[in-house]
């Protein structure tokens, strides 16, 4: 009896085996970016961050902007937002994050992404490469000495 159940068992497990579920699978690689500048204590950096899929195509990923958290402050994000402690993450197409200059020196300003995919062809992307910036904060508001 055991045996009959056991050759039951295996025929059903190659049956739906063979059968299976289709599944798609997509590699694809995206990237971020953002841009860099020279500010003065006081002042503020508006960041944006933007996913894309490989070739340029409009792509919605969750994204990590990461700063110096010395030297920059959290101001405020256009969308909904987590993080705390130098770091921004959410998720769609783009968005702003303004931040203040408090101190001086510089801050690397690093993007992260995952979960991408690729609006008009719904595929998934497998792999997002990041991208760096920096900001250089001046010693004083107006000053251009000090960077």
């Given at each position: 009896m055991?045996?009959?159940?056991?050759?039951?068992?295996m025929?059903?497990?190659?049956?739906?085996?063979?059968?299976?579920?289709?599944?798609?699978?997509?590699?694809?690689?995206g990237?971020?970016?953002?841009?860099?500048?020279?500010?003065?204590i006081g002042?503020?950096v508006?960041?944006?961050?933007?996913?894309?899929?490989?070739?340029?195509?409009?792509?919605?990923?969750?994204?990590?902007?990461?700063?110096?958290?010395s030297v920059?402050?959290?101001?405020?994000c256009n969308?909904t937002?987590?993080g705390?402690?130098?770091s921004?993450?959410?998720?769609?197409?783009?968005?702003?994050?303004?931040l203040?200059?408090v101190?001086?020196?510089?801050?690397s300003l690093?993007?992260?992404?995952?979960?991408?995919?690729i609006?008009?062809?719904?595929e998934?992307?497998?792999?997002?490469?990041?991208?760096s910036a920096?900001?250089?904060?001046k010693?004083?508001?107006g000053?251009?000495?000090?960077s």
């Open positions: 055991k045996k009959k159940i056991a050759m039951m068992m025929a059903l497990s190659l049956t739906f085996g063979a059968v299976g579920v289709p599944q798609t699978v997509f590699a694809a690689s990237s971020t970016s953002v841009s860099s500048g020279s500010v003065n002042d503020t508006t960041v944006t961050v933007k996913a894309s899929g490989p070739s340029g195509e409009k792509a919605n990923a969750t994204m990590t902007l990461s700063y110096d958290s920059l402050q959290f101001v405020s969308t937002y987590g705390g402690g130098g921004v993450m959410a998720t769609g197409e783009s968005y702003t994050v303004t203040k200059a101190s001086a020196g510089n801050s690093s993007v992260s992404a995952n979960d991408g995919v609006f008009d062809s719904n998934e992307m497998d792999s997002m490469s990041g991208s920096s900001v250089t904060v010693n004083a508001a000053s251009t000495t000090g």
